[in-house]
């Protein structure tokens, strides 16, 4: 029998094509008799639905695979509840809840923020109050010093003008004196938490204030616009002059007396002693009706038996022309005087009573020191 020939087994068909790289150097292939790996089935295995997972060449660590061969994340799954009608009331009723309980705690917390922030407020304004106190009895304490400074000078001027001489010095004087307290002194002062009867008497104080200066202002400008006049009233008292004159003329009814201004004031008297042969003018030329007439001063014997429209001219007193006339300068002066006199000193009359502000400065000094304490 012949022998048969054995068929030659190609192994590299048998065993595969495959090979396994290296990362450098030649392919060297696999190793034979291994058995090929196994694939596990479901559930282990990939399924139908999912992508094939890439295939990671385990002997290349520095094998690399492309973005859209990357394993897929998974997302979370949501998960929904179900609420009945109840719970879901009952959460709407608990969220009102707590919204009421936020509002009343914002409120409780706005009240106690404000009676706290108002106690502060309050606090400060008392300190505010003391502080402006202590200033305003300091600023009354310098007015009064002018008010007193002020009443010296007018006691001085008025002795003067009774002495019948013209106050020149406490003219000047009264120039340089201002009371310095005035409405505005009281802004900014917390008056508001003063009693209110210093309140009053500060309104009072600083009306007054503001009427003494005034009064100052006006008398010095009074002294010092009619000094002529008020010299020659002055002079009156020492020296005095016949300024009026009266005639004699025939009225409705009988003889009546006229007044008539001289033209030229004449002494009542001179010093004996420097001029012994004074005596009064004896006629005075007198203008009326664009004409002028020579008119004799009566002497003696019947005034009423003069010539016809030639009257005798009779001089009149003076102290009784003062009594009667007074110059309007002096009523003026006097006038005023007396008025700033009152403010000063204040009005003692009964059922007038009026305090001035020399008194008034020295009893508010004393409260407002008093302000804030025990």
């Known amino acids: 029998m012949a022998e048969e020939k054995k068929p030659k087994i190609d192994l590299k068909s048998r065993l595969g094509k495959k090979t396994v790289s290296a990362p450098s150097g030649p392919t060297i292939p696999p190793p034979v008799g291994l058995p090929r790996p196994a694939v596990p089935a479901p559930p282990f295995g990939s399924s139908p639905s999912q992508p094939a997972r890439p295939a990671v060449d385990a002997s290349n660590p520095y094998a690399a695979i492309s973005a859209d061969q990357a394993p897929a994340r998974s997302e ?35 009240l106690i923020g404000y009676a706290f922030g108002g106690s502060l407020e309050r606090g400060k304004s008392a300190e505010a109050a003391v502080t ?4 305003l009895a300091k600023e009354v304490q310098d007015a009064s010093s002018k008010i007193d400074e002020l009443a010296e000078v007018l006691k001085s001027a008025q002795g003067k003008l009774k002495d019948s001489k013209y106050p020149d010095e406490e003219v000047q004087k009264l ?32 009306s007054g204030a503001h009427e003494a200066n005034e009064g100052k202002d006006k ?12 010299e020659d009233v002055l002079a009156q008292q020492t ?26 004031p004449f002494l009542v008297a001179k010093d004996k002693e420097k001029d012994k042969n004074y005596k009064w003018p004896d006629d005075f030329k007198l203008a009326q009706g664009g004409k002028t007439f020579t008119l004799k001063r009566y002497s003696s014997g019947d005034p009423t038996k003069a010539k016809a429209g030639e009257p005798y001219i009779i001089p009149v007193n003076p102290q009784t022309q003062n009594a009667v006339c007074p110059s309007d300068v002096a009523t003026r002066l006097q006038r005023e005087l007396r008025g700033l006199e009152e403010v000063l000193r204040g009005d003692k009359t009964p059922g007038a009573e009026r305090d001035g502000l020399i008194d008034m400065g020295a009893t508010l000094a004393d409260k407002l020191k008093g302000v804030g304490r025990p």
């Open 175 to 206: 120039g340089a004196i201002d009371i310095p307290f005035k409405g505005a002194n009281l802004t900014g002062k917390g008056i508001g938490r003063f009693k209110a009867d210093i309140v009053t008497m500060l309104i009072s104080f600083a």
């Open 132 to 135: 402006g106190a202590e200033e």
């Open 239 to 264: 020296t005095p002059k016949v300024r009026w004159a009266t005639y004699i003329e025939n009225g409705p009814g009988g003889p009546w007396m006229s007044m008539q201004a001289l033209p030229e």
């Open 76 to 110: 979370p799954q949501a998960i929904k509840i179900e609420m009945t009608e109840e719970v879901v009331a009952a959460q709407k009723k608990g969220r009102a809840k707590v919204v009421v309980l936020a509002a009343i705690t914002a409120v409780i917390g706005g």
């Open 219 to 230: 008398i010095r400008s009074l002294l010092t616009g009619a000094k002529p006049a008020i």
